[in-house]
């Protein structure tokens, strides 16, 4: 069956919204002042001025600055040498952070690392030397208080500012968005909260299908809840002052639909693709691709699901999860265009993680197993469905044809990470339990080291340091 792709010419058409959206629920252009009632603007659709590759944003250096290494979050580092078959199996923990517990997210810059904690009396974003484990600053961004299901915090590095989820930290009227934090000094510079609608609190990244930070060299991308609407807009953001560059706004009072998973919208040649609920055909979910210069359409997909669970992005193809009770639809989806390049329905029953490297698509599954499929048609290459101690903490990693994912900490004989011969599946080491419980960090490889939540958080290299 068809899936329905349709293209308009303004953000107007696009949305159609009622007037009582129209009054309460754009972003204000100002974190902290009154709102003011915007409407969506209409712009006609455009080319982006550069196109942007959904792939390295560095092809010398190795850098893990955003959540999936690159801005289509594919979770694939290309520049990693060291670590390979044959010697994955003798990493061993070279330092081991106890005073961060459950990270929820790590990203690396010129080797420092910045982990968001979550949830614990020490919560916050730390950086620490990559090398050593030693920490260099500690901002508390209030990444503790009710957060309900947002975990995942991951931080994104852009320039001199790290970009991470963050709140007011106000026991009264609790709001949550992102702020600024000078890289070198730990020092927050901006703050962007969600807007409140008549002193309504708003729950901006707290709950609902809200996202972390992403990147793509210039502008901040993510979604935020905003008043008393319970979708949330799309949101372009200046990293440097933390102003909105553009806003496409979500839907007044729609529940339950939308984007499951907190995992940052993905990025490719010069589209941010965002999912968008009652706005198709007999309100369904749509997937919506954004000009990152304009925030105008390119083209919008509707889902035959309400949910959908998990994108990533390579330069061809958007690559979308949709939960079908027993199973989850895998799709590639043209990136350009929003047509369907395949579609394959594998097992499932506890949600999924996705990497993609130049040929495979890897889904893992924390109760079925471990899946890799060919990029250009979605046939099977191989699946992993013994018990490997799998834990789906939102993403997976692939490096020198390694396959890794997040083994959950050590509750029940978890492990921290396991790691797969990534052409043909076999699973070739995993850590032994290390600390008592799980990690929503997704495991990051850049320059020989491992750095995955381990409960705690850990550093695997291949010799004593």
């Not at 309900?148 to 931080?155: L, Q, W």
């Not at 939308?258 to 940052?264: A, F, I, L, V």
């Amino acid at each position: 069956m068809m899936r329905g792709i349709r293209k308009v010419a303004s953000a107007i058409a696009l949305f159609g919204f009622p007037t009582v959206f129209a009054s309460g629920c754009a972003a204000s252009s100002t974190a902290g002042t009154p709102f003011a009632p915007v409407s969506p603007v209409a712009t006609s659709v455009q080319s982006p001025t550069t196109p942007m590759r959904g792939g390295v944003p560095d092809v010398t250096t190795a850098q893990w600055r955003q959540f999936g290494y690159d801005q289509g979050h594919g979770g694939y580092n290309p520049l990693e040498k060291t670590i390979g078959a044959a010697n994955v199996s003798k990493l061993k923990v070279a330092w081991n952070d106890q005073s961060i517990v459950q990270p929820g997210g790590i990203v690396y810059d010129k080797n420092v690392l910045y982990v968001d904690d979550m949830g614990q009396s020490n919560a916050g974003l730390y950086a620490l030397n990559a090398e050593t484990g030693t920490q260099k600053w500690y901002a508390n961004v209030n990444l503790n208080g009710p957060w309900g299901g947002f975990t995942h915090a991951v931080s994104a590095v852009a320039g001199n500012v790290i970009v991470t989820p963050c709140s007011n930290g106000s026991p009264s009227k609790w709001l949550t968005g992102v702020c600024g934090v000078n890289a070198n000094s730990g020092k927050v510079v901006w703050k962007r909260y969600c807007t409140e609608y008549q002193s309504n609190p708003c729950p901006g990244l707290a709950n609902g299908p809200d996202t972390s930070p992403a990147y793509d060299g210039k502008r901040i991308y993510l979604q935020m809840t905003q008043g008393v609407n319970e979708q949330p807009d799309t949101l372009a953001i200046n990293p440097k002052n933390g102003n909105i560059v553009w806003s496409v706004a979500g839907v007044y009072h729609c529940p339950d639909g939308g984007y499951g998973g907190e995992n940052p919208p993905p990025l490719s040649g010069g589209l941010v693709y965002g999912v968008l609920a009652c706005q198709g055909t007999s309100g369904a979910t749509e997937i919506c691709a954004f000009y990152t210069s304009s925030g105008s359409e390119a083209w919008c997909d509707d889902s035959p699901t309400i949910y959908i669970e998990q994108l990533i992005a390579d330069k061809n193809n958007l690559y979308v999860v949709e939960p079908l009770g027993s199973a989850n639809a895998i799709l590639a989806l043209n990136a350009k265009t929003g047509a369907q390049v395949w579609k394959v329905n594998l097992p499932a029953t506890n949600g999924a993680a996705l990497a993609v490297d130049e040929s495979r698509l890897y889904v893992v599954d924390g109760g079925t197993g471990v899946y890799a499929l060919k990029v250009k048609n979605g046939n099977k290459v191989w699946s992993f469905t013994s018990n490997g101690n799998m834990f789906v903490g939102g993403q997976a990693t692939v490096a020198n044809n390694i396959l890794y994912t997040n083994g959950g900490g050590g509750n029940n004989d978890n492990v921290a990470i396991a790691a797969f011969n990534a052409k043909n599946g076999s699973l070739i080491w995993s850590t032994s339990t290390i600390s008592n419980g799980s990690s929503p960090a997704s495991g990051i490889v850049v320059n020989g080291t491992v750095y995955t939540g381990c409960y705690t958080l850990c550093a695997f290299t291949l010799g004593t340091k």
